[in-house]
T-cell receptor
């Protein structure tokens, strides 16, 4: 079946612009995660959605970052007034929560470059 | 604070040699740890988890609570093992805390 998809695959923007990154999780997966992958920082957790519960936003680096998950499926990560340090690969993952832990399946990522 | 440390950003070994990727963690409680791998131009994927006590692609990892380590080992490295490896710690029920990653290169 289809895996996690993300769009766009690459995004180049100018400093100060807003960007939106999209994630389509695996159908039926109730949990959705956003991570940021950058050189020297490894993989940083950003935000986690689980069903109808309030999202865990503890990893968002600043109030310029926000995310939504509509209808329990597609998610959009928005970065306002982008800065050069926002340049990274943004990864989305989903999992089917049915027990203590279920494997997270990752998308291909969106490479964001802020000029 | 819960943390995962991978001290080696880069590791290079020859084909057929043993390989060990180091991972140390800090966690108060009973940890659940994982290794994820990302091959060139592929997605990040789960390699193994400690609770499964499994060997995947010849890799094993043993949780050592005394040393707070979860090193990944393989006795004979193969060229296709070249990849980026991340150690991860389960925080709460679902959230993963990742290390900084180790880029493994297997030389022919």
């Amino acid at each position: 079946g289809a895996g996690v998809s993300q769009s766009p695959s690459n995004k180049v923007t100018e400093k100060g612009k807003d960007v939106e990154l999209r994630c389509d999780p695996i159908s039926g997966h109730t949990a959705l995660y956003w991570y940021r992958q950058s050189l020297g920082q490894g993989l940083e957790f950003l935000i986690y959605f689980q069903g109808n519960s309030a999202p865990d936003k503890s990893g968002l680096p600043s109030d310029r970052f926000s995310a939504e998950r509509t209808g329990g499926s597609v998610s959009t990560l928005t970065i306002q007034r982008t800065q050069q340090e926002d340049s990274a690969v943004y990864l989305c993952a989903s999992s089917n929560v049915g027990g203590h832990y279920n494997e997270q399946f990752f998308g291909p990522g969106t490479r964001l470059t802020v000029l | 604070a819960q943390r995962v440390t991978q001290p080696e950003k880069l590791l290079s070994v020859f084909k057929g040699a043993p390989v060990e990727l180091k991972c140390n963690y800090s966690y108060s409680g009973s940890p659940e740890l994982f290794w994820y791998v990302q091959y060139s131009r592929q997605r990040l994927q789960l390699l193994l988890r400690h609770i499964s006590r499994e060997s995947i692609k010849g890799f094993t990892a043993d949780l050592n609570k005394g040393e707070t380590s979860f090193h990944l080992k393989k006795p004979f490295a193969q060229e296709e093992d070249s990849a980026m490896y991340y150690c991860a710690l389960l925080q709460g029920a679902q959230k993963l805390v990742f290390g900084q990653g180790t880029r493994l290169t297997i030389n022919p």
